[in-house]
């Protein structure tokens, strides 16, 4: 590891021995606000005030902390996009505190960002969609997403048919799957339709559906009971 050198005679170059996020790093996440630059010697946080960056949504760099430290953090300006590179450049006039040695010429370096996530989407239903012969005595559907869902935006959820006024949210918030109760009593041989918003949002995020998500099932007919038995009138024990 290389040591940080507190002090500085004026023959020790100042130099960057690392960076947050690192350069060259992949993934970065699309949130940050901050970054950090660390150097071998205690650095004047006003000799880095030409410290900027660029990308996309980004306009530079504003000095935040760790004026007379090794670790100078900047503050971001603009907001970091999805799948896109960005170029820090700290200035050569990088100086260190208390002195006159600098750091002679520019340090460059990149990151990229993380490509967003997929696109909230329904994956799955029970019943399926466009299912028949389903059964009449059907209390509950279930909604099956490719990520964890806020059961929150699911509220305008609803079901249309023969005797069924919605759904009513039953468990599942934060999961991929979520269960819903039939508010009314499924028909024998009748389509209903149930109707996911498009404003259903995924779980500590805000990716949403986008488009309503619609499906529909048909029921089964209704089974007769069983007849009673008849007893043979001959039978006799």
């Not at 010429?105 to 029970?126: K, R």
């Given at each position: 590891?290389?040591?940080?050198?507190?002090?500085?005679?004026g023959?020790?170059?100042?130099?960057?021995?690392?960076?947050?996020?690192?350069?060259?790093?992949?993934?970065?996440?699309?949130?940050?606000?901050?970054?950090?630059?660390?150097?071998?010697?205690?650095?004047?946080?006003?000799?880095?005030?030409?410290a900027?960056?660029?990308?996309?949504?980004?306009?530079?760099l504003?000095?935040?902390?760790?004026?007379?430290?090794?670790?100078?953090?900047?503050?971001?300006?603009?907001?970091?996009?999805?799948?896109?590179?960005?170029?820090?450049?700290?200035?050569g006039?990088?100086?260190?505190?208390?002195?006159?040695?600098?750091?002679?010429?520019?340090?460059?370096?990149?990151?990229?960002?993380?490509?967003?996530?997929?696109?909230?989407?329904?994956?799955?239903?029970?019943?399926a969609?466009?299912?028949?012969?389903?059964?009449?005595?059907?209390?509950?559907?279930?909604?099956?997403?490719?990520?964890?869902?806020?059961?929150?935006?699911?509220a305008?959820?609803?079901m249309?048919?023969?005797?069924?006024?919605?759904?009513?949210?039953?468990?599942?918030?934060?999961?991929?799957?979520?269960?819903?109760?039939?508010?009314?009593?499924?028909?024998?041989?009748?389509?209903?339709?149930?109707?996911?918003?498009?404003?259903?949002?995924v779980a500590?995020?805000?990716?949403?559906?986008?488009?309503?998500?619609?499906?529909?099932?048909?029921?089964?007919?209704?089974?007769?009971?069983?007849?009673?038995?008849?007893?043979?009138?001959?039978?006799?024990?």
């Open positions: 590891s290389t040591n940080i050198l507190i002090g500085n005679d023959t020790i170059p100042l130099t960057v021995i690392a960076s947050s996020p690192l350069a060259n790093q992949t993934g970065v996440s699309p949130d940050l606000t901050q970054i950090s630059v660390t150097f071998n010697q205690n650095v004047a946080g006003a000799s880095l005030a030409t900027t960056m660029t990308g996309p949504n980004v306009t530079g504003t000095y935040s902390q760790g004026d007379g430290t090794p670790q100078v953090v900047f503050n971001i300006n603009g907001s970091l996009q999805p799948s896109q590179n960005y170029t820090v450049t700290i200035p006039s990088a100086t260190v505190a208390g002195g006159t040695n600098t750091l002679g010429s520019d340090y460059v370096y990149s990151f990229t960002t993380a490509a967003p996530p997929p696109p909230l989407a329904v994956i799955a239903t029970s019943p969609s466009n299912q028949t012969g389903v059964s009449p005595d059907l209390s509950q559907i279930s909604v099956t997403f490719n990520q964890n869902v806020s059961a929150a935006s699911l305008t959820a609803t249309t048919g023969a005797n069924v006024t919605g759904l009513t949210y039953s468990q599942g918030d934060g999961t991929p799957q979520v269960i819903f109760n039939i508010n009314g009593s499924v028909q024998p041989l009748q389509t209903y339709t149930a109707t996911i918003p498009a404003a259903a949002t500590s995020g805000t990716n949403t559906l986008g488009s309503d998500y619609v499906f529909n099932f048909t029921t089964a007919a209704e089974v007769p009971p069983s007849p009673n038995p008849v007893l043979n009138p001959s039978f006799e024990q």
